[in-house]
């Protein structure tokens, strides 16, 4: 989904004190709203966090951005917490929401740019370059795409690199990742995932490519998976209460990843992001898997 409005650009007249002469300011600040920690690091990147008046909950990495005003939850957001900033542009990606607050903003005329959400290296240099136009750093997006292909080049080559040293009698390592914001509430990536990307960009398998999206965590699909790697999140692992708590999930255990506790858990927004880290999150990654298996 994109619902696009210009920027307002207002006009100023005003009369300087006692001369009566007139000056005109031909373009107000931009007040800007970023929702969606991936968008939020960008802007930072661009150098442009002058602009900021707000972000979301997932807006963690740099760690200033945390000391902005925070209007919740990118998939549950509020349109009083965002109004009360009184942003001239919000942007957003696809896992913005809910719908009805996005109506909300477009009825109360505030710009708002919906950027897709895609788990590619092409769809980064694509929020990367209409982010830049958005917010007028045209010059800086073009500049960050330039440094971000280098940087993707140089890790695809260590993926590589990392894979020819397996040998012929070594697999791939089959990775399965567990999403746990707690214990009752955990699932398992299959195709289609932020998760399902970064695993193939890292020269893993997925342990679940035969179901797509994410599904509730079952014993018996975890043991059939087989999974040589288990991925979590750093956020993820804490609130299982660590590795031994993450491996008591049923069925975890009885894994040969479970077995020799072969557990990677990057920080979530890194792993998932699909921001200006994903060069560094795929070596890391790719390293870690690698390591492990």
Same mark, same amino acid.
């Given at each position: 989904m994109q619902v696009s409005m210009q920027v307002n650009r207002r006009q100023v007249l005003t009369f300087?004190?006692?001369? /009566?002469?007139?000056?005109?300011?031909?373009a107000a600040p931009i007040r800007l709203v970023s929702i969606g920690g991936a968008l939020t690091e960008l802007v930072y990147e661009l150098g442009a966090q002058g602009? &900021?008046? /707000?972000?979301?909950?997932?807006?963690?990495?740099p760690a200033v951005a945390r000391k %902005? =005003?925070?209007?919740?939850?990118?998939?549950?957001?509020?349109?009083?917490? &965002?109004?009360?900033?009184? =942003?001239? %542009? #919000? #942007?957003a990606t696809e896992d913005a929401g809910p719908p009805a607050v996005l109506r909300q903003?477009?009825?109360a005329r505030v710009p708002l740019q919906v950027l897709r959400a895609e788990h590619r290296y092409e769809g980064l240099i694509e @929020?990367? %370059?209409?982010?830049?136009? %958005?917010?007028e750093r045209q010059p800086q997006?073009?500049?960050?795409?330039?440094?971000l292909d280098g940087a993707w080049a140089a890790s695809q080559q260590q993926v590589k690199q990392l894979a020819q040293g397996l040998g012929q009698e070594k697999h791939a390592p089959r990775v399965l990742f567990i999403l746990s914001h707690g214990m009752n509430q955990i699932r398992i990536a299959g195709q289609g995932t932020a998760a399902d990307a970064m695993i193939a960009y890292a020269g893993g398998v997925n342990a679940l490519q035969d179901v797509s999206g994410y599904k509730p965590l079952t014993p018996e699909a975890v043991i059939a998976s087989a999974p040589d790697v288990i991925l979590a999140t750093e956020q993820g692992l804490a609130a299982a209460g660590g590795v031994d708590g993450l491996l008591a999930i049923p069925g975890l255990a009885q894994t040969p990843a479970g @077995?020799? @506790? @072969?557990?990677?858990?990057p920080e979530a927004m890194e792993l998932l992001g699909f921001g200006p880290r994903l060069p560094q999150a795929v070596t890391a990654l790719a390293q870690a898997l690698h390591a492990k298996a």
């Amino acid at each position: 989904m994109q619902v696009s409005m210009q920027v307002n650009r207002r006009q100023v007249l005003t009369f300087a004190a006692g001369l /009566g002469a007139m000056s005109y300011a031909t373009a107000a600040p931009i007040r800007l709203v970023s929702i969606g920690g991936a968008l939020t690091e960008l802007v930072y990147e661009l150098g442009a966090q002058g602009l &900021l008046v /707000g972000v979301d909950t997932t807006s963690l990495y740099p760690a200033v951005a945390r000391k %902005l =005003p925070n209007v919740g939850y990118a998939r549950t957001l509020s349109a009083e917490g &965002l109004l009360s900033l009184n =942003p001239s %542009l #919000v #942007v957003a990606t696809e896992d913005a929401g809910p719908p009805a607050v996005l109506r909300q903003l477009e009825a109360a005329r505030v710009p708002l740019q919906v950027l897709r959400a895609e788990h590619r290296y092409e769809g980064l240099i694509e @929020r990367t %370059l209409k982010l830049g136009a %958005l917010i007028e750093r045209q010059p800086q997006a073009k500049a960050l795409a330039a440094r971000l292909d280098g940087a993707w080049a140089a890790s695809q080559q260590q993926v590589k690199q990392l894979a020819q040293g397996l040998g012929q009698e070594k697999h791939a390592p089959r990775v399965l990742f567990i999403l746990s914001h707690g214990m009752n509430q955990i699932r398992i990536a299959g195709q289609g995932t932020a998760a399902d990307a970064m695993i193939a960009y890292a020269g893993g398998v997925n342990a679940l490519q035969d179901v797509s999206g994410y599904k509730p965590l079952t014993p018996e699909a975890v043991i059939a998976s087989a999974p040589d790697v288990i991925l979590a999140t750093e956020q993820g692992l804490a609130a299982a209460g660590g590795v031994d708590g993450l491996l008591a999930i049923p069925g975890l255990a009885q894994t040969p990843a479970g @077995r020799a @506790r @072969r557990v990677v858990a990057p920080e979530a927004m890194e792993l998932l992001g699909f921001g200006p880290r994903l060069p560094q999150a795929v070596t890391a990654l790719a390293q870690a898997l690698h390591a492990k298996a």
